[in-house]
């Protein structure tokens, strides 16, 4: 069974930071592209950051870019987003994908269960 589990996400204080984590099982994170993306209540899901295969390419939504970083560990089980300078705008919950194309959520087949994050100023 293909599962995403997120954790990481919480409250925080206007430009705070926070670690979101999603770690892999029955499926790899070496072949498919990954990606964050988030959700806010009344909005379409957009992406935030993404993970392209097999060039690795590292993608970022302008509205982010420069604040927010995506990794992946050694044993490529666990991917990260580290948030920095935290805006109220970036409230919503995030959730991690793969086995997608670029950054369009519509491309990605599997997800978490989302983990949510909310700023505050």
């Known amino acids: 069974e293909v599962q995403l589990v997120e954790s990481g996400g919480g409250l925080v204080q206007a430009g705070g930071s926070l670690r979101l984590s999603c770690a892999a099982s029955?499926?790899?994170?070496?072949?498919?592209?990954i990606g964050w993306f988030r959700q806010a209540p009344g909005k379409e899901r957009e992406g935030v950051a993404c993970?392209?295969?097999?060039?690795?390419?590292?993608y970022y939504s302008d509205s982010v870019k420069g604040r927010f970083t995506m990794s992946i560990d050694d044993a490529r089980i666990t991917v990260y987003l580290e948030m920095n300078s935290l805006k109220p705008d970036d409230t919503a919950v995030y959730y991690c994908?793969?086995?997608?194309?670029?950054?369009?959520?519509?491309?990605?087949?599997?997800w978490g269960q989302g983990t949510a994050v909310t700023v505050f100023s």
């Open positions: 994908a793969t086995e997608g194309l670029d950054c369009d959520p519509d491309d990605y087949d599997y």
């Open positions: 029955g499926i790899s994170f070496d072949d498919y592209a």
């Open positions: 993970i392209s295969r097999p060039d690795g390419f590292r």
